[in-house]
């Protein structure tokens, strides 16, 4: 069901971010007081972050190679940086 929803086009980059920030602090910090996370654990929950990040965000256009391409780590984590900046400057 929200792989139908992350793919939608219809609705906007924005809301989906914030729909996949909120499933994830809820459940990842369900009952976290009691857990151990090994950095195999930590590695998983990141690669499992970034391809939702990367069904969301959808490919780039590449000008100079004339194609597309999926996002690297770094511009994933810089476009939800700028997104979560955006929406905190709003609350102030």
């Known amino acids: 069901m929200l792989q139908n929803f992350f793919r939608n086009?219809?609705?906007s980059k924005k809301l989906?971010?914030?729909?996949k920030n909120t499933i994830r602090e809820?459940?990842?910090t369900y009952a976290s007081e009691i857990w151990i996370?090994?950095?195999?654990d930590r590695k998983q929950i990141?690669?499992?972050q970034r391809q939702v990040y990367r069904?969301?965000?959808g490919p780039v256009y590449d000008n100079e190679k004339e194609n597309w391409r999926i996002l690297a780590h770094k511009e994933i984590y810089a476009m939800v940086k700028k997104t979560h900046?955006?929406?905190?400057?709003k609350v102030k």
């Open 55 to 57: 069904r969301i965000l």
């Open 26 to 28: 809820k459940t990842l």
């Open 85 to 89: 900046n955006n929406r905190d400057n």
């Open 9 to 11: 086009k219809n609705i």
């Open 16 to 19: 989906k971010l914030r729909l």
């Open 37 to 40: 996370l090994t950095k195999r």
């Open 46 to 48: 990141n690669i499992f």
